[in-house]
């Protein structure tokens, strides 16, 4: 059971979950020197209730190289204790082909995450050094949670032959066409359950990984509503920071609550 589509499957129906835990975190919050120790508690707390974890690199980034170490060392941790549970790499990644060969490389082979957030504004040959890791699952980043996203995102574009639409929806179609090795999803934030909509609508057997609910305030009802089929629901602050405090308990509470919730909608 080596490829990210594998081990989602597995620790989906094994937890009878799609909800996947964010370790994001924040050095308001929990010291540096507290990271791993805190990162090992919502994992204890939380690792038969999730169906993947999320890491977002920037709140390890900040730290410099310790900060990385300290990434690594928490991958690690999941990888022993929980072999079949995916893990994604949020870092958003996005340059021409060949700075994106060297962030797929690192991503990828150094920090063997499962699968990787994108940035697809290069265009194709800039996220194939992505896709060409065939086991690995891949999520464009394509209507993103929060209010500003419309700036750009719901600008209307016109692409080939197709009627002028909105950015996410050319950035949907586009992905259909890219993902020649079947590893390529969505990421679309749950505080946008009518965008969602219609991504589901253009892209129906794609991953969609939804952050946004919870704390970002996004409906949770209204997503599932879409259709839970293939949604991975993505909660960070809500489930390991509950009501800031952080004792294994609530963490354990708060994500038993939100994978209740998930499951009474689907």
């Known amino acids: 059971m080596n490829s990210f589509t594998e ?21 308001k919050v929990t010291p540096q020197n507290q990271i791993i120790d805190f990162a090992k508690k919502i994992i204890e ?16 980034e900040i730290y410099g190289s310790t900060g990385i170490k300290t990434m690594e060392e928490i991958i690690s941790y999941i990888q022993q204790t929980s072999p079949h549970m995916p893990i994604i790499g949020d870092g958003k990644r996005g340059d021409i082909a060949s700075s994106n060969e060297m962030y797929a490389t690192a991503i990828f082979d150094t920090w063997k995450f499962d ?37 750009f995102q ?6 080939g032959i197709q009627k002028p639409q909105p950015f996410y929806k050319t950035l949907a179609h586009k992905s259909i066409e890219w993902n020649l090795n079947s590893n390529l999803g969505l990421v679309v934030g749950g505080t946008y359950h009518n965008h969602l909509k219609e991504i589901r609508e253009i892209c129906p ?14 409906d949770l009802k209204q997503t599932i509503s879409t259709s839970p089929e293939n949604l991975i629901i993505s909660s960070s602050r809500s489930i ?27």
Request: hydrophobic share 30%; with cysteine; proline share 4%.
């Open 205 to 218: 057997n794609m991953k969609i990984l939804v952050p946004g609910i919870g704390k970002q305030g996004g």
């Open 45 to 60: 707390s939380t690792y038969d209730l999730v169906c993947a974890y999320k890491i977002n690199l920037s709140f390890f």
């Open 154 to 159: 719901d600008l209307n574009v016109v692409s």
């Open 240 to 266: 390991i920071y509950p009501e800031n405090d952080k004792s294994n308990n609530n963490i354990k509470k708060a994500a038993k609550k939100m994978n209740s919730e998930i499951n009474s909608f689907r």
């Open 7 to 27: 081990k989602l499957n597995f620790s989906s129906e094994k937890n009878s979950s799609i909800l996947c835990v964010g370790l994001d975190i924040h050095p």
């Open 115 to 151: 699968a990787s957030t994108i940035n697809a504004f290069g265009g194709e040959d800039s996220i194939k050094p992505f896709t060409k890791y065939q086991e690995k699952g891949i999520f464009i980043w394509c209507k993103s949670s929060n209010p500003s996203s419309q700036d």
